[in-house]
């Protein structure tokens, strides 16, 4: 077996809450499996089209995208590092994140796994700090990253690519205030000597360690300041995670850093408080010695209610702990130093909030999309069903009729394909105005609009006095925001009265089986946009006078806003252009089996008609062809069944083969 297998099927964490992520991990692969084994059965049965393909394919690539991320926020020496190794790393019998005295983790690090890229440290230099390019454009740049392999058949070189993070470096104090370390230097010098700062300004770990395998990513930051310097790490970390905890040390509290870092980028970067958690750590320091328990645990309940107090938390959402002790509980198999060291409670509750939460989220968002998409290959199956029920029905018909009685049947069916001929002409139609609609669509929500708004902020942001133009353009930017949503809200609303209208005209004219267009919502839009509104009005809704050095901060955090602002367009603009496909996709197909069934009829009675076929030979034909379309429906309700089964959807559906269908 090899080094990176032998990683791999590691056993995981054996606390509570590495089992509950590796269970999600689990639970995830056999519900992407179960799909792959569905879509194989909806390709081989037939009713699959190219945009239910390309639905399925969203679906598969979401959920093997799909991550449950947790950040870790705090102070320096509060210890975080160490909090992170007895959360999710204590399986490997040592440290995994460097924990000393003093200052280990000198830059932001996500610990994460991806097949797709070797094990390495991947490190950003600071210097791209000079520049207002974001960090989501810089990751892109593979160029502009040093790459630090990890070596997994070596021990120790995990932890040598780890020290990376460590690493500082030497500047004047004019270069450490242009990189935005002039309010923090990371030591005090006398004036004209070297100010040290820290040599990354980002640091990826690709390890192949079981709970990153299965989805977890870690973002471990370096120290509250670093938030205020790195726009990121409060637009998308903070917001994106499904979990924040913020380290705090049990014989200080909350500082008043702590208590300004809290409000000013934790509360705005999220909604309520779903996902925020108070660590209150080293509780280990009150074990003196001169105080009995009951002292030390009236101490400990003291000071965690004056923490949910100072940051507006609940009290369950307040956790004392030792990382410390928790650690070398589980090194040294110390059950009684684990129950003491309170980690427990605290893996119980992310467990539960963060996994549960997290697999409820991926659920919810996933299997309304799979049961639509079920449900257009089910009216697809049975519409074929139908069509061979009413051929069977007809051909029964003919027994003991006159070649006229025939013929008469024969120019029925011509009759109805004039009709389908007028719906395919319909379609175009249908397909011409919902285009038209699309475009005026686009015109609202788009890339291009988005880049328009950017690029008349910027113009504004250039006419004015710095600090002035910078808030004037990020207020001009969210108002245009606003109104383009405002507006596409309208849009699509026009579009979806369209649609219904054009589902019934289809189904009364031509009996096509169609049920309701597919809904589109803007909730998660909606709630993506009143985030980076928040942070606008953070950072730029009281903006004082700019100082030179803070110049290229305040751009940066610019941009990084503008940025989000921009892949939210992006994503509304795909998103509604995939849900007008969506709705015209079961009207075409619906209407191309009306066809493929109409032909179907017309060349039986031909046969019958020219061909002196025996009427009771074309009749076992297609009796035999029912029979293979309502094996294909049991076919493809099972694999839909299995599917079904990992969303928790209780009880069976009916089979559609068995719903109120007339028999021949």
């Known amino acids: 077996m090899s080094a990176l297998s032998s990683v791999l099927r590691a056993r995981p964490d054996a606390s509570g809450l590495g089992e509950r992520i590796a269970g999600f991990g689990a639970w995830r692969d056999a519900l992407s499996a179960a799909l792959v084994r569905y879509i194989g059965v909806l390709e081989t049965v037939g009713p699959a089209d190219d945009d239910a393909r390309e639905r399925f394919a969203g679906l598969c690539e979401r959920l093997a995208g799909d991550r449950v991320s947790v950040a870790l926020l705090a102070e320096f020496s509060r210890g975080k590092s160490e909090l992170v190794n007895a959360l999710f790393f204590s399986d490997t019998g040592r440290r995994i994140v460097p924990s000393s005295a003093g200052r280990t983790t000198m830059c932001p690090t996500e610990l994460r796994w991806d097949p797709g890229l070797p094990p390495s440290v991947r490190l950003l230099p600071i210097e791209t700090r000079t520049s207002p390019m974001s960090l989501g454009a810089w990751r892109n740049d593979r160029a502009a990253w040093q790459e630090r392999a990890i070596d997994l058949d070596d021990g120790a070189s995990l932890e040598r690519a780890l020290a990376s993070v460590s690493e500082t470096l030497a ?141 507006d938390l609940p009290a369950g959402q307040v956790f004392p702990v030792s990382a410390q002790k928790a650690l070398v509980a589980r090194l040294k198999d110390d059950a009684g130093l684990l129950r003491r060291s309170r980690i427990l409670t605290l893996e119980q509750a992310l467990g539960d909030a963060l996994v549960a939460g997290r697999q409820g989220l991926l659920r919810d968002r996933l299997q309304g999309e799979f049961e639509g998409l079920h449900r257009d290959a089910e009216l697809a199956l049975e519409a074929e069903r139908r069509a061979q029920v009413t051929l069977q029905m007809e051909l029964n018909g003919l027994h003991g009729r006159n070649r006229d009685a025939i013929t008469a049947l024969a120019a029925q069916i011509a009759r109805e394909r004039e009709v389908c001929d007028r719906g395919r002409r319909q379609l175009l139609a249908l397909r011409s105005v919902l285009g038209r609609h699309g475009r005026a669509l686009a015109e609202v929500v788009s890339a291009p609009v988005a880049r328009r708004h950017l690029a008349d902020a910027r113009e504004l942001m250039r006419a004015s006095h710095f600090s002035t133009g910078l808030r004037q353009a990020m207020k001009a930017l969210m108002d245009a925001a606003h109104a383009d949503f405002t507006d596409a809200e309208q849009r699509i609303a026009e579009i979806a009265t369209l649609m219904n209208a054009m589902y019934r005209s289809f189904s009364s004219e031509h009996g096509l089986t169609l049920g309701s267009p597919v809904r589109f919502s803007l909730r998660r839009h909606y709630e993506a946009l009143e985030r980076i509104e928040r942070l606008q009005q953070s950072r730029f809704g009281a903006l004082a006078l700019v100082t030179n050095e803070k110049r290229i901060l305040m751009r940066r955090f610019f941009e990084s806003l503008a940025m989000r602002l921009c892949e939210l367009y992006e994503r509304l603009a795909s998103d509604c252009a995939a849900w007008q496909r969506a709705m015209l996709a079961p009207v075409e197909a619906r209407l191309r089996e009306r066809e493929a069934q109409l032909g179907r009829r017309a060349e039986s009675v031909r046969r019958v008609l020219e061909a002196g076929e025996s009427l009771e030979q074309r009749m076992a034909e297609v009796a035999a062809e029912r029979a293979a379309i309502e094996a294909r429906i049991v076919q493809l309700e099972m694999a839909a069944q299995e599917v079904g089964a990992l969303f928790d959807v209780p009880g069976k559906r009916d089979m559609p083969g068995k719903r109120d269908v007339p028999d021949a």
């Open 171 to 311: 500047v004047d104090a004019g270069q450490a205030q242009t990189l935005g370390f002039a309010a923090d230097p990371l030591a005090g010098t006398a004036a004209g000597e070297p100010v040290r700062i820290p040599r990354w300004r980002h640091a990826i770990v690709n390890y192949p360690h079981p709970l990153l395998a299965r989805g977890l990513v870690i973002i471990d930051t370096p120290g509250l300041n670093a938030l205020g310097a790195e726009p990121e790490l409060t637009l998308g970390t903070l917001s994106d995670a499904d979990a924040v905890l913020f380290v705090l040390a049990a014989d200080t509290g909350v500082t008043r850093s702590e208590a300004e870092v809290w409000r000013e980028h934790v509360e705005v970067s999220r909604r309520g408080r779903h996902g925020r958690y108070a660590v209150l750590n080293k509780i280990d320091g009150l074990w003196d010695g001169l105080r009995d328990e009951a002292e030390i645990e009236l101490e400990i309940a003291r000071q965690a209610s004056a923490v949910a107090s100072t940051l």
